[in-house]
């Protein structure tokens, strides 16, 4: 049975975030994970929600970033202003100190501005003229693009599409979530109002339960023979880095945790496979693939098919 304080941020959300299941759970398991998001789908379909919704839900600090062609690295991090009367400069934060941070439409910025997320979304810091400033934690960066409109966009590079435990989809929601939502009115984000279901120190406490989430050795050879197969494809240029595999490893702990189970399975690997290891992998032109997260995505399935399960603890 799913821990309480897990149910209560799913029911929370399933409020305001209609016919979404999976993302739900996606952004719950990346928190847990103490992870990043990317979320990559067609204007409209309650993105920004989510993420407010979460801050809201787990009683933590929201801010949003809008990415423009103009954003510089200051704009994210902070700057260090000189402060006369005690004649020194002083680091005046910038909006990526907050619990959820909103990166919207990330691809419209530069791969300058793009990097001021690096180190905070790694280390959970930023350095600023030399000094490093923890962010405080939980600290989950939630990132959206739009996959149809690439005008004026950069594509993420490949450091920093690593830094994402997940990248998901949204998609439409089902007839009779639509319908609820024509028959209740749509209401702009920071007009919502969620009740925290739990509060911040719950979100440590879940995150060393993850961390305890059983995993066993036939599972371990299994995670290991998937994310080996990604850099030996021949249709992949570039593979799961460590990093990555490391990174798959705190998810499917995590994602058993929502599940309400105390030790993962094979079907915990299959599930999040694709979501963790398709945006990481960059694709060989040659072979014929769109260099798209659909293309990569089938590949992972692929490789999934051609390697035998572990037995399933029971």
Same mark, same amino acid.
Not at 162 to 174: K, N, V
Not at 266 to 279: E, G, N, T, V
């Given at each position: 049975?799913?821990?309480?304080?897990?149910? =209560?941020?799913?029911?929370?959300?399933?409020t305001?975030?209609?016919?979404? &299941?999976?993302?739900?759970?996606?952004?719950?398991?990346?928190?847990?994970?103490? #992870?990043?998001?990317?979320?990559?789908?067609?204007?409209?379909? #309650?993105?920004?929600?989510?993420?407010?919704?979460?801050?809201?839900?787990?009683?933590?600090?929201?801010?949003?970033?809008?990415?423009?062609?103009?954003?510089?690295?200051?704009?994210?991090?902070?700057?260090s202003?000189?402060?006369?009367?005690? =004649?020194?400069?002083?680091?005046?934060? #910038?909006?990526?100190?907050?619990?959820?941070?909103?990166?919207?439409?990330?691809?419209? @910025?530069?791969?300058?501005?793009?990097?001021?997320?690096l180190?905070?979304?790694?280390?959970?810091?930023?350095?600023?003229?030399?000094? @490093?400033?923890?962010?405080?934690?939980?600290?989950?960066?939630?990132?959206?693009?739009?996959?149809v +409109?690439?005008?004026?966009?950069?594509?993420?590079?490949?450091?920093?599409? +690593?830094?994402?435990?997940?990248?998901? @989809?949204? #998609?439409?929601?089902?007839?009779q979530?639509?319908? %609820?939502?024509?028959?209740?009115?749509?209401?702009?984000?920071?007009?919502?109002?969620?009740?925290?279901?739990?509060?911040?120190?719950?979100?440590?406490?879940?995150?060393?339960?993850?961390?305890?989430?059983?995993?066993?050795?036939?599972?371990?050879?299994?995670?290991?023979?998937?994310?080996?197969?990604?850099?030996?494809?021949? %249709?992949?240029?570039?593979?799961?880095?460590p990093?990555? =595999?490391?990174?798959?490893?705190? %998810?499917?702990?995590?994602?058993?945790?929502?599940?309400?189970?105390?030790?993962?399975t094979?079907?915990?690997?299959?599930?999040?496979?694709? &979501?963790?290891?398709?945006?990481r992998?960059?694709?060989?032109?040659?072979?014929?693939?769109?260099? +798209?997260?659909n %293309? =990569?995505?089938?590949?992972?399935?692929?490789?999934?098919?051609?390697? &035998?399960?572990?037995?399933?603890?029971d």
């Open positions: 049975m799913p821990d309480p304080r897990i149910d =209560a941020i799913r029911n929370s959300l399933a305001h975030i209609h016919g979404k &299941p999976h993302a739900i759970d996606s952004v719950i398991t990346c928190l847990i994970a103490g #992870g990043h998001i990317l979320i990559e789908d067609v204007p409209g379909v #309650g993105k920004t929600t989510l993420a407010y919704a979460l801050s809201r839900a787990v009683n933590c600090e929201f801010n949003r970033i809008q990415f423009t062609s103009d954003l510089i690295p200051s704009d994210i991090i902070g700057v202003v000189y402060h006369k009367p005690e =004649a020194r400069f002083v680091f005046h934060p #910038g909006p990526i100190f907050a619990n959820v941070v909103l990166a919207d439409e990330i691809n419209r @910025s530069s791969p300058k501005s793009q990097s001021a997320l180190e905070a979304m790694e280390r959970g810091l930023v350095t600023v003229d030399g000094e @490093s400033y923890p962010i405080e934690r939980p600290f989950i960066v939630i990132a959206t693009q739009n996959p +409109d690439f005008e004026s966009t950069f594509p993420l590079p490949n450091a920093q599409l +690593d830094r994402f435990l997940m990248s998901i @989809s949204m #998609g439409y929601p089902d007839s979530a639509e319908k %609820a939502m024509l028959r209740t009115g749509a209401l702009h984000y920071d007009d919502i109002n969620i009740k925290p279901a739990i509060e911040k120190q719950d979100i440590e406490a879940l995150q060393i339960l993850a961390r305890d989430i059983f995993i066993e050795d036939s599972t371990y050879d299994y995670i290991h023979e998937i994310v080996a197969k990604t850099r030996s494809h021949p %249709a992949i240029e570039v593979g799961v880095s990093r990555g =595999a490391l990174a798959f490893k705190t %998810a499917i702990q995590a994602a058993a945790l929502v599940d309400g189970r105390d030790f993962v094979p079907s915990d690997i299959q599930r999040l496979a694709k &979501p963790c290891f398709a945006h992998l960059k694709l060989r032109e040659r072979h014929g693939f769109d260099l +798209d997260w %293309a =990569a995505g089938d590949l992972v399935d692929e490789i999934l098919a051609t390697i &035998p399960q572990p037995h399933q603890t």
